[in-house]
């Protein structure tokens, strides 16, 4: 109960440093008879995989699952599946003169506020390479919840510059580097981030994740809210300052006639007529689309020094050389995916318990 | 494990309908011997309390807070604390037409699509009636908190109508019906909350809460981060479509030479030179305020009849008649600052289980 | 999470002390549509009242409870059930004189070690007062699990006089003052009980809990087994200090020949030819009856004086006047049929989340 | 939360089966800064590791313990500690025969009527190799609770030969392969359990669990009691049919006058001239030993055939020719050892969570 765990019946633990030998997880409440295999876990890992383009972090890992419990003959158990991945590419060298130092905008001051030393190495637990576990567990959340829910993921914003949501096409992420849903923006985050690593710099982004054929009826009302955990779920995610569900913040300049998703019946079903609501009323969805938002901050290493001090009560300048994403966002999309499916898949569980069928 | 409790070690469950009998509320887990009676509950739910200006709902209702358990000779004695109010105000027979109505805006489908069944009256457990307990019980965390801790809360947008942050004093909040922390804004709010009651419309906030004095150090890596819990916690609060943390979206934007809160040495000890990280790095406090900031949609009830459908498949206009809140957004401060208390308090135990002092 | 609640989806959470104004229950997570109301829950609870026969308390309590949410119009909704009763018959006078003492056998030490403080009328929160809303609760859980499950208690031994177990008649127990299955021990536990109370001593006893109907599957393996938590449940009622399982403590005594119940195929279904497994295997019900034994030892407050402390470190003596019941055990009985009721409802939803149907 | 976790704040979730590739756990909430390495986790581990003498299975286990996360430069993080142990000696195919068949006493029956399949080789997850973990993580909970926690266990009991306690003497139990507290009664189990094994049979036992210097005050009201909390990890061991505390069943015979452990001031403490409470009274620790014993059924798999059924509804014979213990009592002392310490050391935890220091 150490915040290292997220879900109630479909339950996600993680484990391992940035620099350690491994990271792992465990995945307990998982329904029992899905076919699972590591051919199905292996291909969303990738997509977050780093070194596939220039604007992501150049560290080279295979990133290779391996599920080590909780699968027989092909099939889910019930018992808890763990899975593993070994690092191979960690230069614990690179963060040597940041052992005593507090990194600005990073967890090194708070981590030893709070626990009184620190891996340093990488970040260790801090890592965004924790994110890893959370996408091998995504996808096997993604076969409790089956084909006919599907998540999807997209950068809608890099530093300034948003896409246009005319001429969106979840197509077209699949086909940069971006997970840009808008082609015409492609050349011009190109040119922005290029920019951005050469100037030693890092920028923010929005990142939008997207569920379709979630049945209306999941989620809890009062606290354990679809949106609340959704929140506390995209929050959780390195780097992340905000997260909006469906309208968002420009729901606070509405008023009462265009906000409140109008409905009719529709082939004798009922249909709503627009989604400001993101597919959760009440907390529970409403069987429309969930979509949620949520902004990422620039990368907090850089190579521009800043001022900083270190244990000893020093002030110092620091500047950040090891291998970095110049913009966290891009990567954080997969994450982001992995997080809806955990979260529905956990929500999916809680109402058949409760609520049966 | 339904949905109606709030926090791991001081823990609360909230249990009542908007027209049924009494609301309640229980605490778990409250440290034994703090001083505690109803005087120490009551001002902060009266300033939620329904009635108190021509911008809120016209429900009448003495919200008046009893101690039924937990409390022995003026002090927590560690047993759960158990509050009750009762109902006075409650006319069910307003609700009697929308029985097998689907307001929009509303959780009425998602109810029935979940439980197949519903406490129409007043929105039954849905209503913002619940959250009269979440500042009762946010009374009892800011005792756990310690006088060390202050948390307040402002709404600094109404419909499109922002505070200006350079005139922000603290004081002007107790001073009108707003919780506005910019004297200059409040005619402002005032003639267009005038106007959007006489359309028969409502609209939407934004609200921010900030706590001063909580030690570093608090929260948990990884899931159960400190932002992580308060974004759940924020949007778990009705209405609730946005969180954000310092910086929030505008992270976004931003460039890695500005976010990345610098830190100098200060009479001996860690100060930060901004606070975009809203006071929390990697899911710990840092020390500095922790800002909250969320959005509130605007209240669905409205007179402006609106298309829906009800249970029996049929197409409807429905309009609202009862009394609400022309902007819910007012209200939800003093919940908010509850749901920061709650969440500080439940932190505050767990780190202290875990490391000790 | 203060160990005031009991049960993962099906949750109870209880609140009062024996001499506050009420006592209460939360139970979160019933599921919806399940027809309730007081007269349901009522007539458990009076079987456990005090003051039925000369052999029980003779405090007064109607113990009238009171459903004040989470129904309506007769159906259980889904929200957080609460239940009231009011104390009436406390006579916290009675109580004076052992404001400062430590009650050998009694939590009065233990409060204090752990609290500082404590409700020292009646016992406050670890009085057996608390097990009536567990009996008013796990009427609710007997609703879940359905007619097809009968729960049934019977008291098995008083002091060192046990039941002939081949006159078992379940009938008998409704027919005596004892929830004794057997009618020839009747005339002797009255005989023995008469002597204790007048020698202002008490009497401890084994009392048996059985449910037949319960389906094979529920259970979780590892630690959430099924006879687990039912130890963890009757361990939890007041005075108990052992549990076992089937042929329990016996089975250390047994070879393997003798233990492992047999199977054979009947009328084309799977069936046991014995039952020392008491209903679990491996964590998980078999189908058979749940079998669960509980010891209770002698009520601690007797009116022969014992050696004890107080508060201020002086040497005392100190006897029982209040009101008690000579054997605890026999009202105990009710209250494990509850934790068995309760623990089954759990695991039924429990398995129904991750299982499906 | 699907029955593989215990604890709350210091928590334990084991992984894997018997006859996969590796056993692992994770443990959650660890206090940061213990000194900790595997020489501190294997010794333990030894002493339940099978092989080391004819009266436990043969099967060759090296069970060397990899700390591979959650420990830095020799000191707890506060990060979750991962442990793993490769599985070496796993002759899977000894169990093709039993695929379909349902042992007497084992859980294939009733993991097939949950989850409709089951890794049926050594028992999967069902099997005792789980406990290898439980014991490298009750190393760790020794750590947490310091060196002034003592926790031993003993055999009181194979079959019908029970220890004389008047000669109990703790350093005995690591001069036999019985953990005998008595050296006159290990002759004796010799040839009882020499007979047992040509027999082809099994014996069942009783194990007693101490736990000393634990301070006074741990442990929850109500539900989450230290004694009930220690029933649950007892009775959560394979093959354990019973759980007391203290006088234990016993204390059903007993009169008021006997039970009700009496105090006296000694040296300016409080001390009891007894300990029929087991250490713990409403719940929590007394500051006397705490005291558990529980009762082991007979190995399940024995060489006599039994009666049984199979998958497809067949009766069969069934013998068991793989390599068992012939009493599981014996390795399930290390096991009930580190169940105490788990206990204990969440509810230190907890404790302090909750009071503080």
């Known amino acids: 109960m150490s915040g290292n765990s997220l879900g109630q019946l479909f339950r996600l633990t993680t484990w391992g440093e940035s620099h350690g030998p491994e990271i792992g997880c465990v995945i307990d409440g998982c329904p029992p008879g ?6 199905d876990i292996q291909p969303w890992v990738d997509r977050r995989r780093p070194g596939q383009s220039r604007f992501t972090t150049q560290r080279r890992e295979a ?6 419990a909780g699968v027989f ?9 763990a899975l593993v991945i070994v690092n191979q590419d960690s230069r614990s060298k690179d963060y040597d003169d940041i052992r005593d130092a507090f990194r600005p905008g990073h967890a090194d001051y708070t981590y030893i506020a709070k626990y009184g030393l620190r891996d340093h190495r990488g970040g260790g ?3 965004a390479r924790e994110t890893a576990m959370r996408v091998a567990a995504g996808a096997v959340a993604r076969k409790v919840l089956g084909a006919g829910v599907v998540i999807r993921g997209a950068v809608t914003q890099i530093g300034p510059h948003a ?3 005319d001429c969106w096409d979840w197509d077209e992420t699949a086909r940069n580097p971006f997970f840009a849903p808008d082609a015409a923006i492609v050349p011009e985050w190109e040119r922005f981030l290029d920019d951005v690593r050469k100037r030693g710099s890092s920028a923010g982004a929005v990142v939008e994740v997207v569920a379709e054929g979630v049945p209306a009826g999941l989620g809890e009302p009062v606290y354990d809210r679809l ?3 959704l929140a506390k779920a995209m929050m959780s995610i390195n780097a992340v300052k905000g997260v909006e569900i469906g309208a968002g913040f420009a729901a606070a300049a509405m008023g009462g006639e265009e906000a409140g998703d109008e409905m009719r019946m529709k082939d004798g079903r009922v249909t709503f007529l627009s989604n400001d609501a993101g597919g959760v009323l009440g907390g529970i969805s409403t069987g429309q689309d969930i979509v949620v ?5 620039p990368t907090s290493s850089i190579r521009t020094p800043k001022r900083s001090v270190d244990r000893h009560g020093h002030d110092i300048e620091i500047a950040t050389l090891g291998r970095h994403d110049p913009c966290v966002g891009i990567r954080a999309t997969p994450v982001g995916e992995a997080m809806l499916a955990l979260t529905l898949a956990d929500h999916l569980l809680r109402h058949r318990g409760q609520c049966g069928g």
């Open 63 to 68: 990133d290779r699952v391996r599920i080590v």
């Open 163 to 165: 896409v246009d949501r």
């Open 227 to 229: 949106d609340a955990d």
């Open 293 to 297: 938002r949520f902004a990422v901050k």
């Open 73 to 81: 003959e092909g099939q889910t158990t019930g018992a808890p599946i």
């Open 34 to 39: 899905l076919a699972l295999g590591e051919a």
């Open 125 to 127: 637990r801090s890592s």
